[in-house]
């Protein structure tokens, strides 16, 4: 599994588009990127997962440059309710043996 | 929505007492976790199952162990209970890519949170 590394905590008021990025530099060729968000006390939940350029969904997207080493995911106008911690993964889709690093603890303002 | 699901949610227990945190998934899922957590920190992968009858040790050293013998079950016993077991556990699912899902993600349960007196 690719390491990863993302600021440790990040805030933003409501209303404001959040973009939170994740470097990984030693990306592997099958490597994919996959984001999750968990709120205190629960699981964490899926949010988007890609391989290159531009993924969008009805939550959030993704932007992956060219070189694959880093990645941004973009929460559009944010609420209250995005206040959680978002994880970025890097590895197979095959993996088994599933790895969450330190998260970015996100903070939204009102 | 994920169909797995945790029991107990909440377990307060005494030290040296044997519990089993139980974990099922409707899904048909061939790879099960147990992820540990405590408040604020990050997630640690205590254990995994490929499928029947496989479980491997997750990058956390536990005491606790876990058994694989139906597909939707995947229990996690601990022996003799301490404080330092006192923490957050969560099991999740996933599906192999390819069969079902494209993306392998993790489903969780809503976890069960153990206190050892």
């Known amino acids: 599994l690719a390491k990863t590394t993302q600021p440790i905590s990040m805030d933003s008021y409501e209303g404001q588009e959040v973009n939170i990025t994740c470097s990984h530099n030693?990306?592997?060729?099958?490597?994919?990127i996959t984001w999750y968000q968990q709120f205190p006390s629960q699981g964490p939940r899926f949010i988007i997962q890609?391989?290159?350029t531009k993924v969008t969904n009805e939550v959030a997207s993704l932007f992956i440059p060219a070189d694959r080493k880093s990645s941004t995911l973009s929460l559009p106008r944010v609420s209250l309710s995005d206040t959680a911690v978002y994880y970025c993964?890097?590895?197979?889709?095959?993996?088994?043996?599933?790895?969450f690093g330190k998260g970015t603890r996100l903070h939204i303002l009102p | 929505e994920a169909d797995i699901y945790q029991t107990p949610r909440y377990l307060v227990i005494g030290t040296g007492k044997k519990i089993t945190l139980e974990c099922s998934q409707t899904?048909?899922?061939?790879?099960m976790y147990w992820y540990q957590q405590d408040p604020g920190m990050e997630l640690h992968l205590i254990h995994y199952?490929?499928?029947?009858?496989?479980?491997e040790k997750g990058d956390l050293s536990s005491e606790s162990t876990v058994s694989r013998i139906r597909t939707e079950h995947f229990p996690l016993t601990l022996e003799s209970a301490r404080p330092s077991h006192t923490s957050q556990y969560l099991c999740?699912?996933?599906?192999?890519?390819?069969?079902?899902?494209?993306?392998?993600?993790?489903?969780f349960g809503e976890g069960s949170r153990l206190t050892v007196l």
């Open positions: 890609g391989y290159k």
């Open positions: 899904m048909g899922h061939d790879k």
């Open positions: 030693n990306i592997a060729t099958n490597d994919y």
């Open positions: 199952s490929y499928g029947v009858n496989s479980t």
């Open positions: 993964l890097v590895g197979e889709n095959r993996d088994d043996k599933i790895i």
């Open positions: 999740a699912s996933s599906d192999v890519p390819g069969q079902g899902s494209d993306t392998g993600e993790l489903f």
